[in-house]
């Protein structure tokens, strides 16, 4: 088969032949038919989330299809010990042993995987593999970063790609009110956002026209975090939405009074892909891709990076 593989931080991702993966038992093997891109293997390839045993098969928003027929998909937890006290807790999120796909086990950027099957979600019906691929961590993360907002009516989204363009779909369901924050100049991007239901967008560093309830910063850029308590209500929650971010900047602690909160999402546990793929076809959730074939991935990575697409990018086999 043709995977996509890391080999070290630098160095260009390559398409190698590779045998066919052999399921252990408790595993399928499946035939990839979508892997969606994300950001987090922008921070892979830059050595901000280390890849502890490379070489690894990249990609952790796979579609694929068993040897029975069956359409599955592969998020970034890929396995947990069951044992320690954040398990046992219901926080599987947080497990100290836990691996991730496309990081700790090889992922989907190739033509056939494996993964342990109890970490394996059935793909909801209606969705074509590229549709369904951004689920499985740009809407499962922002699912989660939601949930962490309590009630709040009036949501702020930082950074408008896969993850806010698919959450602003389900803010929208719930009775929220969207305001987008994109980057300063990105005409394209306010646009998008405005056509999927938010009420306002503006640069990064706008000023919305109401104070925010919450607002979830998806963008990996630290100095946003000041920007975004300066524009909250108080009371207000922040979320950081990603798995890694560049230095927060010093700020007043007049920004945090008023018993505002930042908290950080970590991860996945099982409940949430459960919760969310049961939801995504009744919202409707319709995701919007740019497809790429699997030699072209490094391509995507670079277009992810620059932002020259809208919604969301996936490696289609």
Known sequence: ?????????????????RPLPEPAPGQLRLRVEACGICRTDLHLLGGEVTVREPPRVLGHQVVGVDEQGRR?????????????????????NLCVRARFTGCDIDGGMAEYTVADERFCFPVPEGYAAAQAAPLLCAGLIGYRALRMCSDAPRLGLYGFGA?????TQVARSQGRRVFAFVRPGDTAARAFALRLGAEWAGDSGDTPPEPLDAAIIFAPEGALVP???AVLAPGGTLVLGGIHMSDIPAFPYELLWHERTIRSVANLTRADGREFLALAPRVPVRTEVTTYPLEAASRALDD???GRFSGAAVVVP
């Open 1 to 17: 088969m043709r995977a996509v593989v890391f080999e070290s931080v630098g160095r260009p991702l390559e398409v190698v032949e």
């Open 72 to 92: 599955f998909g592969v998020p970034w937890l890929g396995w947990t010990c069951g044992e320690c006290a954040f398990c046992r807790s219901g926080r599987e």
């Open 163 to 167: 993850a806010a363009h698919i959450l």
């Open 227 to 229: 920007a975004a308590l």
């Open 304 to 306: 992810l990076r620059a």
